[in-house]
């Protein structure tokens, strides 16, 4: 029994040293067929390979509204109007930039981007944690004419030093938010702020096609391999389909299925209702808000437009990805575990309206569970549920494909949830937690040995 | 002054006559270089005949300046449109600095330049504290601010500013030219009008620039890569035309939003030449390079189909009943819109064939 023990542990340790399996041609197209082979400034943009008539059609005007600005309601374009009463952006596209990455955080000290955005809880003695009372759900810095926006966010930094044993040392920078010219009050002492930056949109209608079960497959919420990595499923309330589902989207797999997402993100970030969220993220205390209240600002059909666009948003094919440094960077992603989190590869199952996105070899890099991620990236000191089942420590890990084209696309190379880290290496380095192991394993590595890991990831 | 007739009858810039004689990529390639270089030469030659036409309207605001100025616009706009079909790959148009969302963004928030119905104080000309000087530097860094519509220069700026709003079913847009002499901030305007002018201009010089024979340029890194990848470029610009932005952005969206926002010039009802121009680009590229007649692809039945329906799309979007605005609006319109949608992305597919055949893949 004892050695049966000891074969376990051992078999559990052998599991944080996985040899990458040999180079498999499929890699090159992460998105399977659709995958495209613009690698310009329009990468994230195109439509999966080989989408065409009606589906190209619902594409372009998804397309259309995704990038439209949003005005106040009433006006003269009533198919674009409904703005506000408060909100963070005017369009999609103005956080989500050619369907890329928003940058999150100036270079220097000073206001937030505006594609990152805040948000709120409130920590109660007895009710657990809620939407903030006065503020809301999340912090919306502009309104509309007549009514206040909530005020503003500024960042300062605090320079931590990384030292690599072999003598390398990185600097990094943690943000602190201060949130200023508040139009309702402070905040209060028990606020959550919860920053989330705006996410690439590539290859997401596949990540909604790959079954539940093969993500339910790597749960281990308490770590019985014992690799230091557990992963949890979120379940959340669908508005789609009203019931509990699978959470796969957002930063906390908070959304179940992109029209889901879409409809929420309209909701909460340009003030857009629809039918799944009919009201305004307006508080008792903000009334000049609730009296701006608009109704059906996006109906189901268009909305739909935009889900079938994002649905469709293809991925763009792997550059250099023969190169015997990228590969010796593949192995290494695979030595060091980090494959523990960025599973690297499914195949799409069968339940989608569009056949593009059905039966298809994937390379997305995440296992769209939770882990926690240590202190360093909490949300908070304590450690309370902030989204559904997801904690303040835990985030989803986000998936990988097209990140070596940000700054071809989006001109900066900030990472993370709230595009702290300022490159690649930054963002490694940010890991804790669950990545602890691997995080340490990626400093004990030479010099070379972690350009070339890099070089993988740019090649992704 | 450039009358409407005269319009007409310049039509499309191409300059090569089809011939039939079989040709190498290498030539194909060379020869879409001189192509682009000669329409962004006359479309920079146009360009600098509106400026002048602007500069003479601010001067002296009048019926008679302003209609001139309207003429010239629309003369810029033929060899502009036709240029369109340049863009998509990266190219001195729209590469990462490139100038193409200074140029030609829409559709445009009018209420981010100048006074709109119900709004009398909007805009960057009427806001004289936030901006006491309009400056080049100033209205390039307004643009695309905070979201695509935020759109402060270009050929549509330009437009919005000569016709104002349209709000009649029967024609374009009806701003009088006192709004450049008596009205609030009538100067404020001109400088504004005076100023999108040089930028487009320079913007324009720029575009010339880059595809001139033998200098350090654009063209010579396009011609010296591999054939196959330059020929990918050349025809990711005709696929994704005629595919995406002309037939689907451009005709699609309005036609199903049937949104007056979502017609391209929707000041000077000009969209249903914008549409045929920027079609006239499309049949110039194929034209001029002489594609059909590589060896791979002559004389095959795709070749043949291309070329049928390259002649029925040139009438088929000459039907398209004027207003577009219109024209989006009622049946007999709203039909021959949306067969010139599915003719137009057919024409894609069949050139996204092409290109397969000529080993330069265009993903359609």
């Known amino acids: ?460 | 002054m450039i009358s409407s007739k005269n319009l007409v009858l310049s039509l499309s810039l191409v300059l090569s006559a089809p011939s039939f004689a079989q040709t190498t990529l290498k030539e194909s390639i060379q020869s879409y270089s001189e192509h682009v270089h000669s329409s962004y030469a006359e479309t920079l030659r146009r360009g600098v005949l509106l400026q002048k036409a602007l500069y003479a309207f601010t001067e002296t605001p009048s019926l008679m300046t302003q209609t001139v100025a309207k003429e010239t616009w629309k003369y810029a706009r033929e060899a502009y449109g036709q240029t369109e079909v340049f863009r998509f790959y990266n190219g001195p148009i729209d590469r990462d600095g490139g100038p193409e969302g200074l140029l030609n963004s829409w559709p445009l928030d009018e209420a981010y330049i100048d006074y709109v119905k119900g709004a009398p104080n909007a805009g960057i000309i009427n806001n004289t504290s936030e901006f006491p000087e309009i400056t080049k530097e100033l209205l390039e860094s307004l643009n695309e601010l905070d979201g695509e519509k935020n759109i402060s220069t270009g050929y549509h700026a330009i437009e919005f500013l000569l016709w104002g709003q349209d709000f009649y079913t029967d024609g374009p847009g009806q701003r009088s030219y006192t709004d450049y002499v008596d009205a609030p901030n009538a100067a404020r305007r001109a400088v504004y009008l005076n100023t999108i002018a040089d930028m487009l201009v320079d913007h324009l010089a720029s575009l010339e620039e880059e595809w001139r024979v033998g200098e350090e340029n654009f063209r010579k890194d396009f011609e010296s890569q591999k054939d196959t990848v330059a020929l990918k470029n050349l025809l990711s610009g005709v696929i994704f035309m005629a595919g995406d932005e002309l037939s689907g952005e451009r005709m699609y969206v309005a036609y199903d939003t049937q949104g007056q926002e979502d017609e391209h010039s929707c000041f000077s009802d000009m969209t249903h030449m914008d549409i045929q121009w920027n079609y006239w680009g499309i049949e110039n590229v194929i034209k001029a390079t002489n594609l059909l007649n590589q060896p791979e692809v002559k004389g095959s039945a795709i070749a043949l189909r291309i070329e049928e329906r390259m002649t029925s799309l040139h009438s088929l979007l000459a039907t398209i009943p004027v207003p577009f605005d219109q024209a989006i609006a009622n049946d007999e319109g709203r039909a021959i819109i949306l067969n010139s949608v599915e003719e137009l992305e057919a024409l894609a597919r069949d050139l996204a064939t092409v290109s397969k055949m000529l080993k330069a893949p265009v993903d359609y």
């Not at chain 1, 439209?68 to 506000?84: E, H, Q």
């Not at chain 1, 409130?122 to 759900?137: D, F």
């Not at chain 1, 966010?153 to 990185?170: K, L």
């Not at chain 1, 908070?380 to 940000?406: H, Q």
């Open chain 1, 1 to 460: 029994m004892k050695s049966l023990l000891i074969l376990l542990l051992a078999l559990a340790t052998s599991a944080y040293a996985e040899v990458a399996p040999e180079l498999d041609a499929s890699e090159e197209f992460p998105g399977g067929t659709g995958t495209t082979s613009d690698l310009s400034v329009q990468a994230y943009s195109h439509p999966m390979s080989g989408t065409q008539s009606r589906e190209r059609r619902e594409f372009t005007l998804g397309n259309s509204f995704f990038n439209t600005v949003w005005v106040a309601s009433p006006s003269s374009t009533t198919v674009r109007d409904g703005l506000g009463p408060i909100y963070n952006a005017v369009s999609c596209s103005s956080c989500h930039f050619k369907d890329g990455r928003g940058r999150g955080l100036p270079e220097t000290e000073g206001k937030v981007d505006v594609s990152l955005l805040f948000r709120l809880r409130i920590k109660t003695l007895n009710e657990g944690i809620i939407p903030h009372p006065i503020y809301g759900g999340q912090f919306q810095p502009q309104g509309i004419m007549g009514v206040p926006g909530e005020g503003e966010v500024v960042v300062r930094y605090e320079t931590i030093r990384i030292q690599y044993p072999d003598g390398f040392f990185a600097e990094l920078l943690k943000p602190v938010y201060d949130f200023i010219k508040l139009n309702f009050g402070p905040l209060g002492e028990n606020t959550v702020r919860s920053p989330r930056v705006a996410p690439q949109m590539s290859g997401l209608g596949l990540l909604e096609t790959i079954s539940e079960q093969d993500i339910l497959r790597k749960e281990d919420p308490y770590d019985m391999d014992g690799d230091g990595i557990s992963g949890r499923a979120n379940y959340v309330y669908s508005a789609t389909h009203q019931s509990q589902k699978l959470g796969r989207f957002g930063w906390k797999a908070g959304k179940a299925t992109l029209n889901d997402q879409n409809a929420a993100a309209f909701n909460g970030d340009i003030g857009i209702t629809s039918s799944l969220h009919p009201d305004e993220d307006c508080t008792e205390t903000q009334t000049d808000c609730l009296k701006n209240h608009t109704e059906l600002d996006i109906d189901d059909a268009r909305l739909n437009n935009v889900t079938v666009y994002t649905q469709l948003l293809s991925v763009p094919v792997r550059r250099d990805f023969s190169k015997p440094e990228v590969q010796r960077g593949r192995s290494t992603f695979y030595k060091i575990n980090c494959i523990g989190c960025h599973t690297p590869s499914y195949t799409t199952g069968t339940n989608s309206n569009l056949e593009i996105l059905k039966n298809q070899k994937i390379y997305p890099y995440t296992d769209l569970l939770l882990h926690d991620m240590g202190d360093a990236l909490a949300d908070d000191k304590d450690e309370v549920t902030n989204e559904d089942l997801a904690t303040t420590r835990e985030w989803r890990t986000p998936p990988l494909w097209g990140l070596g084209l940000t700054q071809t696309v989006n001109g900066h190379t900030r990472y993370l949830h709230d595009g702290r880290a300022r490159n690649l290496e930054e963002a490694i380095l940010w890991h804790g937690g669950e990545a602890q192991k691997s995080k340490e394993a990626f400093l004990e590595l030479t010099n070379s040995e972690r350009s070339d890991l890099i070089m993988f990831l740019n090649s992704l």
